[in-house]
């Protein structure tokens, strides 16, 4: 079973640079089929932008390479305009990812953003560590 997925955008950082990191079987599970990660505009925006740091100190070819081993597995959803009324994530920047989990309907939203990991328990979904997911996967 294909599970829907939002990954934050330290998750697919790190399955994408780290070929033998701790999240590299993530990237292994979206190109077997296993996860179909859900992305949207800003997200996707996101990404970019965090591609570019110097510390990563990737050409743009290497980023390319990076975006095309990632985004052609993943679903585009459109977020709704406005976003729905969902509880209110403390750094505001990640409720797009609280967003696109529910817009997509995701079957998780993967993080280990303890600003996300806090909203267990109030957020109409499931958020889960990539610990929690390889878990259930398994």
Not at 57 to 85: G, H, N, R
């Amino acid at each position: 079973m294909t599970r829907r997925v939002v990954l934050d955008t330290n998750i697919v950082l790190s399955a994408l640079l780290f070929n033998a990191g701790r999240l590299a079987w993530i990237r292994h599970a979206w190109q077997h089929g296993q996860l179909q990660p859900l992305v949207c505009r800003d997200a996707v925006n996101e990404l970019l932008r965090v591609l570019a740091y110097p510390k990563f100190q990737l050409s743009a070819q290497e980023q390319k390479d990076l975006l095309a081993d990632f985004l052609p597995y993943a679903e585009v959803i459109m977020l709704p305009t406005p976003w729905p009324d969902l509880p209110a994530c403390r750094d505001e920047k990640d409720q797009v990812f609280l967003v696109l989990a529910h817009a997509g309907k995701a079957d998780a939203l993967v993080t280990g953003d303890a600003d996300i990991l806090a909203m267990r328990d109030v957020f109409p979904g499931r958020i889960l560590t990539a610990d929690e997911l390889a878990t259930q996967i398994r």
